[in-house]
């Protein structure tokens, strides 16, 4: 039974010796002598104990590294602190293994470089509005530079963006003098809105009172001439009357009797309200006041 035991340990010893196993999310760069052989692709491979090993073992999968903050001056001479996050891959790591010493380390300084300069051209304002622009350029600035260190830059991201304290309270000072002088722009513009509104209402309101009134007026005036036609229409349908009962037989004398009553009624009023006693000048010559009635007889016969 020992012997069994021994015989399959040494047997798994050899095997382990031969054999390699490459994970799913490595990569393998093997030398032979110390002169670079091969890379070996996740699965089992065999190698020759003793003369190969494992130089290098690299993550195939997309990498995160993290910029740490540095300070840079804005075009409008604003320090400010920037951090970010480049992603990176392994695309070959033979170049990975002996294009550069250390891509990663490589990769973090080759982010701040165009970092600074790329900032140095940018407002503070343009720093926050143009972010995407700001990451595009300094991703394609590391690609350019890592090509030969078989590795590649995906993206990188602008983490945080922070000004100096003073900056800050500047910023803020600045922001709530940008709000109060809004909050009077505000204001003022619903001040005029309400006085215009006000006076545009006075105005119609004397619009409407001037029309008012004109048809007011126009309705008097309609009611007067309907009235002043009426009347004159009833008067000359009297006098007509009257004409065509004179032209009667015993018109004459109706006439002359209407009249001597009319007459005799309206000095009657006269006498009544007049504290001193008036009696016409030609009393005594009744008869020269029917003569005056006949000639208007005549005049309506006529």
Not at 11 to 17: D, H, R, S, T, V
Request: glycine share 8%; net charge negative.
């Amino acid at each position: 039974m020992t012997f069994f035991t021994i015989l399959a340990l040494g047997a798994f010893f050899i095997l382990k010796l031969f054999l390699i196993v490459v994970p799913m999310r490595e990569s393998f760069v093997i030398e032979r002598l110390g002169k670079f052989r091969t890379v070996f692709q996740p699965g089992l491979h065999v190698i020759l104990p003793f003369f190969d090993r494992v130089a290098y073992r690299h993550e195939i999968r997309e990498q995160v590294y993290d910029i740490p903050p540095q300070h840079c001056i804005t075009k409008d001479n604003i320090q400010v602190e920037i951090d970010g996050l480049v992603y990176l891959k392994v695309m070959d790591p033979q170049l990975a293994s002996y294009g550069i010493g250390d891509y990663s380390l490589a990769a973090i300084n080759m982010a701040q470089t165009p970092m600074r300069s790329e900032v140095g051209q940018l407002s503070l304002g343009e720093i926050f509005s143009e972010r995407e622009i700001l990451n595009e350029t300094i991703v394609r600035e590391i690609d350019r530079a890592s090509e030969s260190w078989g590795i590649k830059v995906y993206r990188y991201e602008v983490a945080n963006i922070s000004p100096s304290a003073h900056v800050v309270t500047t910023l803020e000072k600045q922001m709530v003098a940008e709000r109060d002088r809004r909050a009077d722009i505000t204001l003022a513009t619903a001040d005029k809105e309400a006085k215009i509104n006000m006076s545009e209402g006075v105005r119609q309101e004397a619009i409407n009172h001037s029309i008012g009134e004109r048809q007011r007026r126009i309705n008097i005036a309609e009611g007067r001439g309907r009235e002043i036609s009426l009347l004159a229409g009833a008067q000359a349908t009297g006098i007509a009357l009257v004409a065509e009962a004179i032209n009667k037989p015993g018109g004459n004398s109706a006439i002359k009797m209407r009249l001597v009553d009319q007459f005799v009624e309206e000095l009657g009023k006269i006498l009544e309200s007049s504290d001193i006693s008036v009696l016409p000048g030609e009393m005594a010559r009744v008869k020269g006041i029917f003569e005056g009635f006949d000639q208007v007889t005549k005049q309506f016969k006529g």
